[in-house]
């Protein structure tokens, strides 16, 4: 059992950047495969970034490559995402999830186990 949860969300203007981060409960965070998501109001959630429990190999929604980057410390049983140059379409609420490494590094939410409660984070002009 893993319980996660989010923090760093909040508003911020357009251009600007945030650092999320996602704690996690329990002593085998390091096994386990990290992702992000996000859904912004009447849309479907939508894949961010992912990271492999090695934290050496990681995936990027192609929308979003360049401007967002993931990472974990699995000493601190934490992974981030660091949004730079924000856009008012990344209004959403951010979800942290975690599944572990049996199938690899996915980018479909259907695979992840445990969810965050989510961190809402506001772009605005």
């Known amino acids: 059992q893993v319980q996660l949860v989010e923090s760093g969300g909040g508003s911020v203007q357009a251009g600007g950047s945030l650092r999320l981060s996602c704690a996690a409960s329990?002593?085998?965070?390091?096994?386990?495969?990290m992702g992000w998501f996000r859904q912004a109001p009447g849309k479907e959630r939508e894949f961010v970034a992912a990271?492999?429990?090695?934290?050496?190999?990681?995936y990027y929604s192609d929308s979003l490559k360049g401007r967002f980057t993931i990472s974990r410390d699995n000493a601190k049983n934490t992974v981030y995402l660091q949004m730079n140059s924000l856009k008012l379409e990344d209004t959403a609420v951010y979800y942290c999830?975690?599944?572990?490494?049996?199938?690899?590094?996915?980018?479909?939410?259907?695979?992840?186990?445990?969810w965050g409660q989510g961190t809402q984070v506001t772009v605005s002009s």
């Open positions: 329990g002593r085998t965070f390091s096994s386990y495969n």
């Open positions: 999830a975690a599944v572990r490494d049996t199938y690899g590094l996915s980018r479909s939410s259907a695979q992840y186990d445990y």
């Open positions: 990271i492999h429990w090695s934290g050496g190999i990681t």
